[in-house]
């Protein structure tokens, strides 16, 4: 079956420390990929997304992620962290077979320490 | 733009009420979605369409109803409300691209409802 594997549930870092959230899909097809956030009472806004290219994606608010198919992951990262960056963070992935419907991950809720 | 807006923000029901929820978007965007998020699952897709007058079937699509009447409106039904169905409802739309019409979705602030 289809699934997408944010295997942490909270990560506690400090302000100014860097972040990386893992993310890992199971799809037999070349999969699309996101990364969204919600802020606490907020809807989701999208900070980057893979369709094809260059595996290395820039996004919003200083994020990047690396696609890797060999390990079948789609790494989240920000190099120094920021108090507003507390936040919940979704992986979510789609495939061709998957008829427009995305598959989310549980989310990543990011808590960082002053 | 108002983006994606949904009405109302927040609703209590009892068990075996009804309600409908509104969903509406001035994107001019083909797909929209309906989504509940309850803690620890992230978001499951209950409904989508796909364009006007179409409507499918999402992951949990049981003891809800949708349509599609308008391209700019998305409206979700619970015909009877249940305590299982209590949960963040979020709509989200979006422009499809390429061949699998995958697209970024954006998403409304999100319904709070609760069902005692």
């Known amino acids: 079956a289809q699934s997408v594997t944010q295997p942490d549930i909270h990560i506690t870092v400090s302000e100014g420390a860097s972040l990386e959230l893992r993310c890992n899909y199971s799809y037999g097809a070349t999969p699309y990929l996101f990364w969204y956030v919600q802020s606490p009472g907020q809807g989701l806004q999208l900070l980057l997304k893979y369709f094809s290219g260059d595996t290395l994606v820039q996004g919003i608010k200083g994020f990047e992620a690396e696609f890797k198919r060999s390990q079948s992951s789609f790494n989240l990262r920000k190099p120094s962290v920021h108090c507003r960056d507390a936040a919940e963070y979704f992986c979510a992935v789609g495939a061709q077979s998957s008829n427009y419907q995305l598959i989310w991950g549980a989310g990543t809720k990011v808590i960082i320490k002053p | 733009n108002a983006g994606v807006t949904q009405t109302p923000k927040f609703r209590v029901l009892k068990t075996g009420q009804s309600m409908t929820l509104l969903c509406a978007q001035d994107?001019?965007?083909?797909?929209m979605y309906w989504y509940r998020q309850d803690p620890g699952m992230g978001l499951r897709l209950i409904h989508y369409s796909v364009g006007e007058g179409t409507t499918a079937k999402g992951e949990v699509p049981d003891g809800y109803n949708v349509s599609r009447l308008k391209k700019q409106n998305f409206l979700l039904g619970l015909e009877s409300a249940a305590p299982s169905q209590t949960s963040v409802y979020f709509c989200?739309?979006?422009?499809?691209?390429?061949?699998?019409?995958?697209?970024?979705?954006?998403f409304g602030p999100g319904t709070r409802l609760t069902v005692l």
């Open positions: 989200a739309s979006s422009f499809p691209q390429g061949l699998a019409g995958y697209n970024e979705q954006f």
């Open positions: 994107m001019n965007h083909e797909y």
